[in-house]
């Protein structure tokens, strides 16, 4: 990343979505244009899930996830994500979209707590 940006966010997510982000999507050829894959942070189940550009290995986003313990839900705690792209300056919200957007496409996550 040449710009990037981190910030929290919180998001309580399901133990079907946390694997679903853990497992990842390996695209089959260039078509597709993006891959997710995750990476063990430390030994309590917290991962880091990037969202990379196909071919390049380019991150666009990577997501800080922690597994669900004792009473508490698997969350998002934090995104990074690419500032720039060739694009004007992208902002939080839009950050936070477009990685919404391709968990749901590329891994089916549900994200439940977004619905309202």
């Not at 993006?34 to 550009?53: K, T």
């Not at 998002?76 to 720039?84: F, V």
Request: aromatic fraction near 8%.
């Amino acid at each position: 990343m040449d710009n990037p940006t981190t910030a929290p966010w919180g998001l309580t997510i399901s133990n079907k979505d946390f694997k679903r982000l853990r497992d990842g999507f390996e695209a089959e050829d260039m078509d597709q244009h993006w891959h997710v894959f995750s990476q063990q942070l430390d030994q309590d189940e917290q991962i880091a899930v990037h969202i990379a550009r196909c071919g390049t290995d380019e991150d666009f986003y990577i997501l800080k996830v922690v597994a669900a313990k004792d009473n508490e839900s698997a969350k998002i705690e934090a995104i990074t994500w690419e500032t720039k792209h060739g694009q004007p300056q992208v902002s939080e919200e839009e950050g936070k979209e477009e990685a919404v957007d391709l968990c749901r496409g590329m891994l089916g996550c549900d994200f439940e707590s977004l619905k309202a």
